[in-house]
């Protein structure tokens, strides 16, 4: 499919990002290392985390579903693990590594012991990233990475799946499945295919809870997306990034890669260069740094 040269692609990361720090939006997808034209990702216990359980969890997809749990998830997490040791994952101990990979193994053996529709039949894309012109403009694109997509064979439908690794509820107002429903069914009238989306839901693994979401209107949803474009086309016009904090939770560490106050520790698999930002202590199970309270504010 193609798109006009200056197309203005659009995704839920992104428009979470705008939404909750305009700063951090600039810095995460934007802006690029003036003398490599890179761009940058911080290294992040949590990133680590949410990375090693997905790709363990996606991969399964690539298996015939009787076979998916034939092989045990923590091997394979061990496997999957050494991409994000150490400070690639932006722990700062060996004890603080040890608790978050801990954690994605609690997870996976949850999994393990309930793999609700892991063991159905799922739809697998030749391309992971699905991409299409928003409404009649093609000057902005949709784009996301749907996790699963459940083939619920009885009904002939899909049931569009994100699973998630933090503690924390999405809010009820979050786009992020209406995004994944929206590309989904564009992906579907492309290839003329007659499958419906019957149902979407997140995974909250620490949680063990899947909690089914109600499914969206296209047209509002649409419209929401297009109006967001347009205030992040023209912050990117105008140069306009300000934090509405003046420094957040969200932007603050960013702003050390920037101010040569962070380690380059390599490059992530999307090829940014990847910093480790140092702190003074780890991160405890509840996930808040027991030196900065600043952050649960």
């Known amino acids: ?9 659009i995704s839920y990361t992104k428009i979470n990002d705008f939404l909750t720090c305009p700063r951090c939006f600039y810095l995460k997808h934007i802006y690029k290392n003036p003398k490599t034209g890179k761009k940058i990702q911080l290294a992040s216990p949590y990133l680590a985390l949410g990375s090693a359980v997905h790709e363990v969890l996606e991969n399964l997809a690539n298996i015939e579903s009787y076979k998916r749990f034939n092989q045990s998830l923590i091997e394979k997490l061990n496997q999957v693990w050494i991409k994000h040791e150490g400070k690639k994952g932006g722990f700062i101990s060996l004890d603080e590594e040890l608790q978050f990979k801990k954690r994605a193994e609690d997870m996976l053996l949850a999994v393990m012991k309930n793999p609700r529709f892991l063991t159905n039949k799922s739809v697998r894309l030749k391309n992971n990233l699905l991409n299409f012109p928003l409404g009649f403009d093609s000057d902005f694109v949709l784009c996301g990475k749907v996790d699963w997509l459940e083939f619920m064979e009885g009904e002939q439908a899909i049931h569009i799946v994100d699973f998630k690794t933090s503690k924390s509820q999405e809010k009820e107002d979050s786009l992020q499945l209406g995004i994944y429903f929206w590309l989904v069914s564009h992906f579907l009238q492309s290839k003329q295919v007659d499958n419906q989306i019957k149902k979407m839901s997140y995974w909250y693994l620490d949680l063990n809870l899947v909690e089914e979401r109600k499914l969206p209107n296209i047209q509002s949803l649409e419209k929401e997306i297009l109006k967001i474009g347009q205030k992040m086309k ?28 962070a380690q380059l520790v390599g490059l992530d698999g999307n090829g940014k260069e990847l910093y480790f930002v140092k702190r003074q202590r780890n991160i405890n199970f509840d996930g808040i740094k027991t030196d900065d309270f ?3 504010i």
Do not use: H, Q, T, V
Request: net charge positive.
């Open 294 to 296: 600043l952050d649960i």
């Open 234 to 261: 023209l912050a990117i016009k105008l140069k306009s990034f300000s934090c509405p904090k003046n420094g957040c939770f969200c932007c603050r560490d960013w702003e050390k890669i920037i101010a040569n106050k």
């Open 1 to 9: 499919m193609s798109f006009n040269y200056n197309s203005f692609w």
